[in-house]
């Protein structure tokens, strides 16, 4: 049982360049998540989705764009990479509910843009 | 949204209770108080999570103060695997917005 699995785990891009993150969950969830950490900071939201074919901005949107095109996964994209950008980078999924659900985590992706 | 407060850092001996106080004095009513954990910069961990009532599980116990403004985790037998970032956070809608955490080490 995967749980939620990030591709690829590790990357270093140069500035301006684009790459796609993958995110897959094997438990049927409706709900996905992007989120990064910077170092000695909490998670941020980037952008959430409720649903296929359905996604929103979270806390920190600007830079990253997402599509759901399959509720297994869910990909975030960045289209021209900043240094800002350097970050891990989490997923999550979690069951339908306002309330009363656990999400589940990745393990990372560590981007470096230099 | 809903904010807490936790203390940035705490240590804790091998095989004694630790005790991780958080304080969401702005929670509304139907906002449930979760708890997790990141080990090593892993992905962070499901703890525990409560509305009202005290709950235990395999992992922790979780005590939610009457007025629900404060709340505090107590994992009953530390070890040094414990070590990690504990989070509380009052989740709201569809998201769980993590604060600065709580950096415990246990020490043996």
């Known amino acids: 049982n995967a749980g939620v699995t990030q591709t690829p785990k590790f990357r270093v891009l140069k500035t301006g360049q684009s790459m796609t993150l993958l995110c897959a969950q094997d438990?049927?969830?409706?709900?996905m998540y992007w989120y990064r950490q910077d170092p000695g900071m909490g998670l941020r939201l980037i952008h959430y989705?409720?649903?296929?074919?359905?996604?929103a901005k979270g806390e920190v949107p600007d830079g990253y764009n997402v599509s759901r095109l399959k509720k297994q996964n869910f990909l975030l994209g960045l289209e021209s990479a900043a240094p800002s950008q350097t970050s891990v980078y989490f997923c999550?999924?979690?069951?339908?509910?306002?309330?009363?659900?656990?999400?589940?985590f990745g393990q990372g992706t560590r981007l470096t843009v230099v | 949204d809903a904010k807490t407060t936790q203390p940035p850092s705490m240590d804790c001996a091998e095989g004694r209770a630790a005790n991780l106080p958080c304080n969401h004095s702005?929670?509304?009513?139907?906002?449930?108080v979760y708890w997790y954990r990141q080990i090593h910069s892993q992905g962070p961990q499901y703890i525990i999570h409560?509305?009202?009532n005290n709950e235990t599980n395999e992992m922790a116990s979780l005590i939610i103060t009457e007025d629900r403004k404060s709340s505090t985790l107590i994992l009953p037998h530390a070890t040094l695997r414990d070590t990690a970032v504990y989070y509380c956070?009052?989740?709201?809608?569809?998201?769980?917005?993590f604060g600065a955490g709580t950096t415990v080490t246990v020490r043996a």
């Open positions: 999550a999924s979690s069951r339908p509910g306002r309330q009363n659900t656990e999400a589940f």
């Open positions: 438990m049927n969830h409706e709900y």
């Open positions: 989705s409720v649903g296929e074919g359905t996604t």
């Open positions: 702005t929670i509304s009513g139907n906002e449930y």
């Open positions: 409560g509305l009202k």
């Open positions: 956070i009052v989740r709201v809608a569809y998201r769980l917005s």
